[in-house]
Structure formats: C-alpha cells, structure tokens
C-alpha cells in the first residue's frame, strides 16, 4: 500500500517495489484513502508519507498510528520532508530517552538525536560536561505550554 498526497511520492516507489517482486495494491492520495485500503486489502507493508490532506501537517502519522493500533504486525514506512519532530518535547517530558523516542514509528534514533539537538540550541542550552540540557528543555516547553 502506497500513500501520499504528492503523486510524485505516490508513484515514485511503484517500479522499484515491482522490481523487488512486491504487488502493490493500492494507492491512497489521502490518510482516509489509506485507512479504507488497508481494510479492504489487509496488506504486509504500508508506506505513508506524514503531511496529508486536508492540513498536510501529520494526518498520515495519525493514519500510521491508528493502522499500527489494528494491524500490530503490518509493516508501516513514513515518509517525510518534515523538519521538526513535533512530538519529541512532550516524550522528553515524560523521560522518554532518545533510544525510546526514536522507537517511535515517526523517528529513528539518529532523527531523534538531530532533532533533539536542534531544539536545545534554539533553546540556547549549551553542551555541559557536568549538566544535562533536558532538563531545563523540558521545564522551558512546559512553561511555554
């Protein structure tokens, strides 16, 4: 199963799957799309993109989600030009560590890393041999909040 909005992203991984001799049985240019198709087609493998319609912010992260909620054993692939990991401050508020996070089905643990490291630079927290910068990530997100 195949889904994204962008039909570049949809058909781009069409051949090479063909080629590796998997079927691809459907394609959704929507998360609802996607969701239909996997009940109807119950599928090994899904690759989703995260930005999808209407907002093109993370419905198909949502779908991902829900599908792997059901289907604990399907095979899920996001796709994503996303530079920030919205979710990773509120798990690093929980005490999530970077492997847990990157457990995600959204990140790895090297995106996680990055993205981790990005946000306490904004956060102007500097390195500390002596310190560790969540802490004062994680209380400076939930007072923004």
Do not use: N
């Amino acid at each position: 199963m195949l889904a994204a909005d962008d039909v570049l992203l949809r058909e781009g991984p069409v051949s090479p799957c063909e080629r590796l001799g998997h079927e691809v049985a459907g394609r959704a240019g929507d998360a609802g799309a996607l969701v239909d198709l996997v009940e109807e087609h119950l599928p090994d493998q899904v690759i989703v993109d995260i930005g999808m319609p209407p907002t093109h912010s993370t419905e198909g992260l949502k779908a991902a989600r829900g599908i792997r909620e059901r289907y604990p054993d399907l095979g899920i692939l996001v796709l994503s030009a996303i530079v920030e990991v919205e979710d990773a401050p509120e798990l690093m508020a929980e005490g999530c560590s970077d492997a847990g996070i990157g457990r995600r089905p959204w990140a790895t643990g090297g995106t996680v890393e990055k993205h981790l490291r990005s946000i306490l630079g904004k956060l102007g927290l500097p390195e500390a041999a002596d310190g560790h910068r969540r802490v004062p990530a994680v209380l400076t997100f939930l007072e923004s909040r």
